[in-house]
């Protein structure tokens, strides 16, 4: 590692630092939301946002939105595009000069931050194991796996519903899909999580260390991994990207792309379930009616992804002169969709903050987003999210939390850490001995 490079790097670090904490104390609305002071609770500022207008420029040259209608068309508008973090946010994540084109980031380099032609082209690639009909095929693996991991919380009368449930469960999951052994789970899940929380952008030298780290572990273990499967003759994704002719990126393109396969759906699916459950606990109303009918599973897990949503905003770039809700937009120009925000605009959901999965809209949400980037894992989320809620409340339906619940230190990335939980049996048995 170049000690000159890492040092530019933390003084570059350092400087966005101060640049963004300078703009929070002007108190600028954009700085608030991307800031760290509105952790706790961000849902007053998409309001704030949203009562400027339909789209706002701010103070750091950036436009908002949190209308659902104006965020629906921008995401769908061929005339925006998306480009890797490092473009915009201006500080790179490697640390040695050239690791850009050695490592695959399974989000700076994938189809994530791609747009057409290559992006389509990829996304195709692997599209066909998320359709519909493939994943009712799956479906039955999927509550396999949410029944084992029930099965071992049988004996436990009190544990952390993240940490031993909602967290396990994805990665599992998306393992199964991948075909990939479960026994590396702890593995993927650092990772997951240590990607994650770079979407907020990389605030010292000791995460981008972590996040270089990351992407050299991910590159050497899925590069093998495509390597071993070349060999094969599996019909399984991962061997049928090995036998794909790689394009101009190479086969570190397929890395990539397999790495976001592997990562997309930890974080966001355990903050899914995590919300749900958190929701389910605090609404005895809800949680009897679920017990009276599965079915009502998956509309709570849309109400659930709607007023929480796992990813909280995104980014798109104008790639030529646009006007949007009366605004002129140059090429280049930087606009914050927020998902969360346009997930409550009274125009589209009445009521917005009212927790109802009977609502006629109930899937017209934003959390996962819309246009070609549409979440390719929507249809897995929502299978694993809703058998892992059923199955949870099914088997412990008098689940209640048993301690404090904390919250991930990410903003663009949502959810708890922590969600101590009990069975209300237990707790009485607990509180005698
Ligand atoms: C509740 C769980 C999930 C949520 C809330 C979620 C949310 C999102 C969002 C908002 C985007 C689009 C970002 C944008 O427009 O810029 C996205 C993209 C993506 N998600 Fe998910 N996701 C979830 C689960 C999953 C799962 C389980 C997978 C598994 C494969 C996955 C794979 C992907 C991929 C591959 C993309 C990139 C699509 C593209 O760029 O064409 N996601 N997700």
Known sequence: MNPLRELKIGLKTLAMRSFVRGLTLTRDPVATVLGRTALA????????????????????????????????????????????????????????????????????????????PEHTRLRRLVAPWFTASALREFTPRAQEIVDNALDDLVARPRFDLVTDYASRVPVEVISALLDIPAADRFQFARWGSVLAGTLDGIRTLSERRAVHRTVSEMTEFLSYLLARRRIGHGDDLVSRLAHTEPGEGGVRELVALVGLLLVAGFETTVNAIGSGALRLMGDTELRAALLDDSELAAPIVEETLRLEPPVQFTLRKALEPVEVAGQELAPGAMLVVLLAGANRDPLMFPDPTRFDPTRANVREHLAFSVGAHYCLGAGLARITATAALDGLFRRRPDLAPAGTVRYKQTRNIRGCSAIPVEAAGARISLGRS
């Open 41 to 116: 609770d961000p849902y007053p500022h998409y309001e704030r946002i949203r009562a400027r207008g339909e789209v706002s420029r701010h103070l750091v040259g950036l436009y908002l939105t949190a209308g659902h209608g104006t965020a629906k068309s921008v995401l769908r508008d061929p005339r925006f595009g998306v480009e890797p973090a490092v473009d915009h946010v201006g500080v790179d994540w490697n640390i040695d000069a050239g690791d850009a084109e050695r490592l695959a980031h399974p989000m700076e380099q994938s189809i994530l931050t791609m747009n057409p």
